[in-house]
C-alpha cells in the first residue's frame, strides 16, 4: 500500500484553546480530515469545541458519538476505524481530537488498537493533561519529592493504599463514595469543575462537590504532606 494518510492523535489539552499546543494546531493544519469525539448525543464535542478556530472550511470534520462506558462502545469504535481507514487509503491524513492527553483514558487508545493492527501510519501529539491543567488554576501542587501520584478512577478508589498524593478522574455519580473513602483514610481534597473551559469552578468542601454533579470534574487529594 503507497501513500497512506496518516492518522494523529492530537490532544487538545483540558479546554480552553491557549492550552492547544503549537504542535497540535501544526498538526490539525495538516489534516485533511478532522474527527472529534462526543460523549453525548447531539454532536456537542468539547474536544471539537477547543479545537475549532484552528479548523479551516475546507476541512472535513466528524463528530462521532463514543457513548461512556455503554456496550455498544466498541462497536462504535470499530465503525470510526473503518471510516477512518478509508481516508487512510485515499491517502488523506486525519487527525482524531481528544481532550487532554490522547493517551490518559481516551477513545483513541481503543482506536490505536485496530489502526497499529493493519500498520497504518500514527503519530500522537501530547496535550495538557486535565489534572496538570486542574492543578495549576487552583496553584496546588500534584506531588512532591520520591513520592508517587496515583491516578485512580472513581470505580477504583479502594485501590488507593498508602499513597499520600491521589487524583480521581471519572466519578461522576460516585461522588458520595469517593468522598467517604477520602475523609475515612484522612485526605484533604478539593475538586476542579471544567479546568479552564465555561463554568470552571473550584470547590473545597464536601458538600459543593456532592451538589457538583458533572463530568468533567477532578479531585486533587493529599495526605501526610511533606510541605
Ligand atoms: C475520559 S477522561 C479524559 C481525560 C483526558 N484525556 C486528560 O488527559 O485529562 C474524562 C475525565 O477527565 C477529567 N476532566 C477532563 N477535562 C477536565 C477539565 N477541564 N476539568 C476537570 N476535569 C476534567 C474528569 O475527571 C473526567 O471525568
Redesign the pocket.
Known sequence: MNNLGTLYGI?VG??GEELLTLKAIKVIENCEIIIAPSAMGGGNSIAYETAKNFIKPHQKVIISHFPMGKPDKEEKVYEAFKTIEEYLQQGKNVGFL?????F???TYIYLLKYIREQNYPTETVP?I???C??ASLAGEILVIGDEPLLIVPGSQIERVKDEKYIVV????NQEEKVLNFLDKEGFNYFA??????EGQEIFHTREEILNNKD????IIAHRNEEI
Open positions: 490532544g483540558p479546554g481528544t481532550i487532554g492527553d490522547p490518559i483514558y481516551s496535550g493533561t486535565s489534572f491543567a486542574s478522574m471519572k466519578f461522576y476542579v469543575k471544567r479546568a479552564y473551559r463530568y468533567m470534574t477532578l
